[in-house]
């Protein structure tokens, strides 16, 4: 696996209630770091908040299935090998990494010194720009900022749920959500049918997380 080239994650605001451009049109997708957060509730074949993030033209899920696959868990390996990355998959996934966390956090805490510094101030420039990534629960996190004049000029996020419930991109690719849907058996008299209800909560949503 080779390192991760930021300059490979645009996002697509095709179908999302936000400006992609000046004049309102269409555009290409963006990189977050010249990302806009301008709404436009009435925009046509806008169906959600959420931009569409992609990793190198492809659509990516994130989370702890992701994670276990990467580091190249068994147990999740075989099952996904043979199932498919399903509901029960997902959740499988997020129980092995909490039995695999918890030694894994004993020693954390015990390597703690309470009274050290736990953060490095720094002065704040008066120009530049920068990107933070981590891997928060719920996936994969970036921060995109830029400042200018010694003021927070822009300040974009891709949170994980940005690449679960992605909407379709500028070539109408539907995003990890989206996808998992497809086919989702509907019973007779079902207003709120069951099975959608599960493959949506098998992400791990956090909604409010990703309309920022």
Same mark, same amino acid.
């Given at each position: 696996? $080779?390192? =991760? @080239?930021?300059?490979?994650?645009?996002?697509? !605001?095709? %179908?999302? /209630?936000?400006?992609?451009?000046?004049? $309102?049109?269409?555009?290409?997708?963006?990189?977050?770091?010249?990302?806009?957060?301008?709404?436009?509730?009435?925009?046509?074949?806008?169906?959600? /908040?959420?931009?569409?993030?992609?990793?190198?033209?492809?659509?990516?899920?994130? #989370?702890?299935i992701a994670r276990?696959?990467?580091?190249?868990?068994?147990?999740?390996?075989?099952?996904?090998?043979?199932?498919?990355?399903? *509901? %029960?998959?997902?959740?499988? !996934?997020?129980? *092995?990494?909490?039995?695999?966390?918890?030694?894994?956090?004993?020693? /954390?805490?015990?390597?703690?010194?309470?009274?050290?510094? &736990? &953060? +490095?101030? #720094?002065?704040?420039?008066?120009?530049?720009? $920068?990107?933070?990534?981590?891997?928060?629960?719920?996936?994969?996190?970036? %921060?995109? =900022?830029?400042?200018?004049?010694?003021?927070?000029? +822009?300040?974009?996020?891709? !949170?994980?749920?940005? /690449?679960? &419930? +992605?909407?379709? @991109?500028?070539?109408?690719?539907?995003?990890?959500?989206?996808? !998992?849907? *497809?086919?989702?058996?509907?019973?007779?008299?079902?207003?709120?049918?069951?099975?959608?209800? %599960?493959? *949506?909560? +098998? &992400?791990?949503?956090?909604?409010?997380?990703t309309v920022h």
């Open positions: 696996m $080779g390192a =991760l @080239d930021v300059a490979e994650i645009p996002e697509a !605001a095709t %179908h999302a /209630w936000l400006n992609a451009s000046d004049d $309102g049109t269409p555009q290409a997708a963006r990189p977050p770091a010249q990302g806009r957060t301008e709404p436009a509730a009435d925009k046509p074949a806008a169906y959600t /908040w959420n931009k569409a993030p992609r990793l190198a033209g492809q659509v990516a899920e994130c #989370g702890a276990q696959l990467a580091d190249g868990q068994p147990l999740v390996a075989d099952v996904v090998a043979r199932l498919g990355i399903t *509901v %029960h998959t997902r959740v499988l !996934a997020r129980v *092995v990494e909490l039995a695999r966390l918890l030694p894994l956090m004993e020693g /954390w805490l015990r390597a703690i010194t309470p009274r050290e510094p &736990f &953060f +490095s101030p #720094g002065p704040l420039p008066d120009e530049g720009q $920068g990107v933070g990534l981590s891997e928060a629960a719920r996936g994969a996190l970036g %921060h995109w =900022l830029r400042i200018e004049r010694g003021r927070i000029a +822009s300040y974009q996020i891709v !949170a994980p749920t940005s /690449w679960n &419930f +992605s909407p379709r @991109d500028a070539a109408g690719t539907p995003g990890a959500l989206e996808q !998992a849907l *497809v086919g989702a058996p509907v019973q007779p008299g079902e207003t709120t049918p069951v099975a959608v209800q %599960h493959i *949506v909560r +098998s &992400f791990d949503p956090c909604m409010v997380c």
